[in-house]
């Protein structure tokens, strides 16, 4: 399914070439359940904005996610189209059971190993903006606001400055005021940044849009994914769902192709099943760290 999503949007990327009348604006909700939007009153959501999309456009009831189905590499399939194991994407964090990447996620898009959304854009000389899609440090995207974080302070913000697109952020902040930092994922840092994908679609209307924001996830991860803080943090996400309907319709005349997406849903546990110690008492840590 998340096959049918990229070639759907890659074909409204081609018509949009041919005729120049059909940007394409795809919007990530991590961690967004179908059900949320498809029986919004039975769990007494509002969300007029997403249930309009509903009623417009074309929808799916679920998705067949992908293996492991975690933010970093469903993202990347989404942009891509193949799985984790051809893709290269294949977990949030690279693998470093020493600790020698300091916690490093895959933020660099020279790790994608096949042809992403972005590059077939630019390819065909289509302008791409970006604002906190994971994996897009360094990728050609015309106007770039990478996801990427390291020290958690006031530093972040000079290496995201020096790797978005050169004077971009700044020209921003000049009339926005502080962007959000890449580690926060409160549900103001995604008005913040929504905030400044709005005035992208304004100010440099882009042939392909990617906005992603991560405020529910965080939220369902903390509270789970029945609360009535994630059911407030959905809410607040649609009317920014709504912002961004509204600006690419006017800056493109209503011939936006308004795209809603997500990584996963969550379902509701009760239990951890934790095996250290039964693996330890086993004696089989000792014996997996001996051989090395």
């Given at each position: 399914m998340k096959k049918l999503i990229w070639i759907f949007l890659l074909l409204a990327l081609a018509h949009g070439q041919e005729r120049k009348s059909h940007p394409?604006?795809?919007?990530?909700?991590?961690?967004?359940?179908?059900d949320f939007v498809l029986n919004a009153d039975h769990y007494g959501l509002k969300i007029p904005n997403l249930r309009l999309l509903l009623q417009l456009g074309s929808f799916a009831t679920?998705?067949?996610?992908v293996l492991p189905t975690v933010t970093y590499p469903s993202h990347t399939t989404l942009v891509t189209g193949v799985s984790p194991a051809r893709h290269g994407?294949?977990?949030n964090t690279t693998f470093d059971p020493l600790n020698r990447n300091f916690e490093g996620w895959y933020w660099y898009a020279e790790d994608i190993k096949v042809p992403t959304l972005w590059d077939v854009a630019s390819d065909a000389r289509l302008s791409v903006a970006n604002i906190h899609w994971p994996v897009t440090v360094?990728?050609?995207?015309?106007y770039?606001?990478?996801?990427?974080?390291?020290?958690?302070?006031?530093?972040?913000?000079?290496?995201l400055r020096s790797l978005s697109t050169p004077g971009l952020l700044s020209s921003l902040e000049q009339e926005l005021g502080p962007y959000a930092d890449g580690q926060s994922e409160s549900i103001e840092s995604d008005e913040n940044r929504?905030?400044?994908?709005?005035r992208l679609i304004q100010q440099k209307k882009p042939n392909l849009t990617l906005a992603y924001f991560t405020?529910?996830?965080?939220?369902?991860?903390?509270?789970?994914?029945?609360s009535q803080q994630s059911y407030g943090v959905l809410e607040r996400l649609d009317a920014i769902v709504g912002k961004l309907m509204q600006a690419?319709?006017?800056a493109f005349k209503g011939q936006a192709i308004v795209a809603m997406v997500s990584d996963h849903g969550f379902i509701e546990t009760r239990h951890q099943l934790n095996l250290i110690g039964a693996f330890r008492d086993a004696g089989l840590i000792h014996r997996l760290c001996s051989r090395h």
């Amino acid at each position: 399914m998340k096959k049918l999503i990229w070639i759907f949007l890659l074909l409204a990327l081609a018509h949009g070439q041919e005729r120049k009348s059909h940007p394409v604006v795809l919007i990530s909700l991590d961690g967004l359940r179908p059900d949320f939007v498809l029986n919004a009153d039975h769990y007494g959501l509002k969300i007029p904005n997403l249930r309009l999309l509903l009623q417009l456009g074309s929808f799916a009831t679920g998705v067949r996610g992908v293996l492991p189905t975690v933010t970093y590499p469903s993202h990347t399939t989404l942009v891509t189209g193949v799985s984790p194991a051809r893709h290269g994407i294949e977990a949030n964090t690279t693998f470093d059971p020493l600790n020698r990447n300091f916690e490093g996620w895959y933020w660099y898009a020279e790790d994608i190993k096949v042809p992403t959304l972005w590059d077939v854009a630019s390819d065909a000389r289509l302008s791409v903006a970006n604002i906190h899609w994971p994996v897009t440090v360094g990728a050609r995207i015309t106007y770039n606001l990478p996801q990427i974080w390291r020290a958690g302070t006031a530093d972040d913000r000079k290496l995201l400055r020096s790797l978005s697109t050169p004077g971009l952020l700044s020209s921003l902040e000049q009339e926005l005021g502080p962007y959000a930092d890449g580690q926060s994922e409160s549900i103001e840092s995604d008005e913040n940044r929504a905030l400044f994908a709005v005035r992208l679609i304004q100010q440099k209307k882009p042939n392909l849009t990617l906005a992603y924001f991560t405020a529910l996830d965080h939220t369902e991860h903390e509270t789970g994914p029945f609360s009535q803080q994630s059911y407030g943090v959905l809410e607040r996400l649609d009317a920014i769902v709504g912002k961004l309907m509204q600006a690419a319709q006017e800056a493109f005349k209503g011939q936006a192709i308004v795209a809603m997406v997500s990584d996963h849903g969550f379902i509701e546990t009760r239990h951890q099943l934790n095996l250290i110690g039964a693996f330890r008492d086993a004696g089989l840590i000792h014996r997996l760290c001996s051989r090395h």
